[in-house]
T-cell receptor, first 114, second 115 residues
Framework: NAGVTQTPKFRVLKTGQSMTLLCAQDMNHEYMYWYRQDPGMGLRLIHYSVGEGTTAKGEVPDGYNVSRLKKQNFLLGLESAAPSQTSVYFC?????????????FGPGTRLTVL | AQSVTQLDSHVSVSEGTPVLLRCNYSSSYSPSLFWYVQHPNKGLQLLLKYTSAATLVKGINGFEAEFKKSETSFHLTKPSAHMSDAAEYFCVVRGPVRSQGNLIFGKGTKLSVKP
């Protein structure tokens, strides 16, 4: 089992460019999440999905879009990157509600927007 | 509203001495609480969780936490620190049910372990 994997590990973008971050999990989890981590801020939820074909907004959704076309994949898109989106992005998954089930995290994607 | 406050942004201990990482929570209902650990340049890993069973929760790597409702605290402890414990630790509370499993993270406590 690879667990949760993220692609790419690092990326540098110029302001206004677009990109997609890919998250994949092989644990047959229903729930998937995208977080961003900034120094001194902990993790903040961007978007999440409770199943294939569904997505919902988290705490900081502006500037991001997501898609969950397949159960095992959760994509995070930046249509027009801004320097404020420089961050480390983590994907996570859980079997069901995170309240009662552990969230498993990927290794992160470090994104810099110039 | 649900929130967590980690009282120390940085804790430094010597190897072999006890570890105490402090966390206070606020919740409008019976909380579910977690501690996660993040080693440098790694993802997060669950250390332990409290979900209204025993108030003393044992986790991996010798860590444990005690839920104290009267003090709204969920402090993380370990009797004897090891060099490999150097990492950042996050106290986490379950968000509102309507958020379908949202977790609310504290800002983190960085633990340094001196030889």
């Amino acid at each position: 089992n690879a667990g949760v994997t993220q692609t790419p590990k690092f990326r540098v973008l110029k302001t206004g460019q677009s990109m997609t971050l890919l998250c994949a999990q092989d644990m047959n989890h229903e729930y998937m999440y995208w977080y961003r981590q900034d120094p001194g801020m902990g993790l903040r939820l961007i978007h999440y999905s409770v199943g294939e074909g569904t997505t919902a907004k988290g705490e900081v959704p502006d500037g991001y879009n997501v898609s969950r076309l397949k159960k095992q994949n959760f994509l995070l898109g930046l249509e027009s990157a801004a320097p404020s989106q420089t961050s480390v992005y983590f994907c996570a998954s859980s079997y069901r509600l995170a309240a009662y089930n552990e969230q498993f995290f990927g290794p992160g994607t470090r994104l810099t927007v110039l | 509203a649900q929130s967590v406050t980690q009282l120390d942004s940085h804790v430094s201990v010597s190897e072999g001495t006890p570890v105490l990482l402090r966390c206070n929570y606020s919740s409008s209902y019976s909380p579910s609480l977690f501690w996660y650990v993040q080693h440098p340049n790694k993802g997060l890993q669950l250390l332990l969780k409290y979900t209204s069973a025993a108030t003393l929760v044992k986790g991996i790597n010798g860590f444990e936490a005690e839920f104290k409702k009267s003090e709204t605290s969920f402090h993380l402890t370990k009797p004897s620190a090891h060099m490999s414990d150097a990492a950042e630790y996050f106290c986490v509370v379950r968000g509102p049910v309507r958020s379908q499993g949202n977790l609310i993270f504290g800002k983190g406590t960085k633990l340094s372990v001196k030889p």
